[in-house]
């Protein structure tokens, strides 16, 4: 499995760069930003699994950017530990009203920010090892087994990875750069093709469920959801 990837969002340099270092040194991989829209920007081109977002930014507030990537379908799920220098239990309540995770008060020690981060992708990732039912196809991670109508089906570990992908995000395009990112571990646009090699076995092994996956020019792929 790749490393997550942790996007830190925080306006000012040096508590960015503690934040960013100490991420980087427990073994995540890192994007940073220092205001609101790039983050927005980030969350949606590269999907990170989490976003460690400060509550005042220049542009837009924390708060503000919690509010759009929960009203966005690609980034709805997407955790967020909240960064405040406001300690009162009523700013508490708001970042957790508005859909953060967690909530750390500045000063923090890097060693807790780490600890909170790995907890909470620990959640999402015990949510993420739930079978995913979409129509006629299922898909066990636990058990690595995927069905089709009902009968096993055989994959690689990277068919698996790749199809358990687009079935988590049913009904959204994934691009290629996204695809290679999150089931290859890297972005590399000469190798988009790779993408395309893959998708094209998986719907032969797919068989009758080939049409499930589909082709959006230009762009990725997507998992329709069945009506
Ligand atoms: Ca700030």
């Known amino acids: 499995m ?57 542009d837009l507030d924390g708060r503000e950017v919690c509010r759009r990537l929960r009203e966005d379908q690609a980034t709805r799920h997407l955790p967020v530990l909240m960064l405040t220098a406001l300690a ?60 089709v109508a009902g009968q096993e089906v055989a994959l690689t570990a990277t068919e698996f990875r790749l199809l358990h992908h687009l079935a988590a995000h049913a009904g959204r395009v994934q691009s290629r750069e996204v695809l290679l990112e999150r089931v290859w571990g890297y972005s590399y646009q000469g190798y988009a093709r790779t993408v395309d090699t893959h998708v094209r076995r998986l719907r032969k092994k797919l068989g009758p469920l080939a049409g499930y996956i589909e082709t959006v020019r230009g762009v990725g792929y997507r998992l329709r959801e069945p009506a």
């Open 88 to 147: 009162s239990e009523g700013d508490r309540v708001v970042g957790f009203e508005l859909g953060a995770d967690d909530y750390l008060t500045k000063p923090f020690s890097p060693r807790e920010l780490v600890l909170r981060v790995r907890a909470i992708l620990r959640r999402t990732r015990q949510a993420h090892s739930e079978p995913v039912v979409v129509g006629e196809l299922s898909i066990d991670p636990e058990r690595h087994r995927v069905e």
């Open 2 to 58: 790749t490393a997550p990837t942790i996007l830190v969002v925080e306006d000012e340099e040096d508590i960015r760069d503690i934040v960013a270092f100490n991420l980087r040194q427990a073994g995540f991989r890192v994007l940073e930003t220092g205001d609101g829209r790039g983050a927005l920007h980030l969350a949606r081109s590269r999907q990170p699994d989490l976003v460690v977002l400060d509550l005042l930014l220049p």
